[in-house]
DNA sequence: GTCCGACTTCGAGTGCACTCCAAGTCAAGG
DNA sequence: CCTTGACTTGGAGTGCACTCGAAGTCGGAC
């Protein structure tokens, strides 16, 4: 089992270490991230795996009370897949209604483009 | 030619009193709006036409900042239409790279939310 | 004539998600 | 022993996009 420093778990996750420690204060982990004698954090696997979670939450768009509700629910422990589940599901709703909201108007705005594109280089 | 008040544009477009003055005093109309002889403003339906793109822009993700460029070059009329071209472009690649990363990272929640479907009804 | 409601302006306030700063600690190298 | 660099903390600051409040104006209904 390896264990990485802040920085390079940062490195690991795309995220920057500021935002690491935000996340861990915020009550977005699972638990308080480990510590070395020298009390610097110490990131495990298992760490690396949820902040990936966490990050396709995110990046999906899910507000970070969600995420803290969503780790809350983890940290709990067994019991309670079945919020969870409506959790996840709730959000995946909103992102599909937001994908295709977005599609729509990228199509409309192809629309815009394609005119453009016969305007500057008719006939191209 | 219908003349809207400001909450029948609200209305119209989807967005609220106060944004639709914030866009105008942010420079993102391309004219001020006309007003009647009370100082209401009159929105007419280009008025209402280029809301709805900067519309488009917006919920799909463009910057105040930049539709306000956008808004700068349809303001100085014909002869930028490269210009415009390449925002508009530049504003596409992003928002497909976005459409792709949510996508993925919405497959790797499915995927999650299939193993709580499984747990909590199994054989559903 | 005055009341109401819809508007006006300017500027301040809000919520979100970071992002940064200052001051301090610690282990290792020279 | 002293310096360096990577870390620590609490709290403040930033950027974005609204969102709201206070005080004032205007036209029409009663």
Chains 1, 2 share one sequence.
Do not use: C
């Not at 999906?60 to 897949?81: C, K, Q, S, W």
């Amino acid at each position: 089992m390896t264990s990485l420093s802040i920085a390079e778990a940062a490195e690991q996750t795309g995220l920057t270490a500021h935002t690491l420690r935000y996340y861990e204060r915020d009550g977005l982990m699972l638990r308080s991230v480990e510590r070395a004698s020298s009390g610097h954090r110490r990131y495990t696997d298992d760490d690396l795996r949820w902040i990936q979670m966490v990050t396709r939450l995110r990046s999906t768009g899910m507000p970070i009370r969600d995420v803290r509700r969503y780790a809350a629910l983890v940290r709990e422990g067994e019991g309670n897949e079945g919020e969870r589940l409506a959790l996840l599901l709730a959000h995946r709703e909103v992102v599909e209604r937001q994908l295709a909201e977005v599609t729509s108007h990228l199509r409309a705005i192809d629309h815009k483009i394609a005119i453009y594109e016969n305007k500057v280089a008719p006939g191209a």
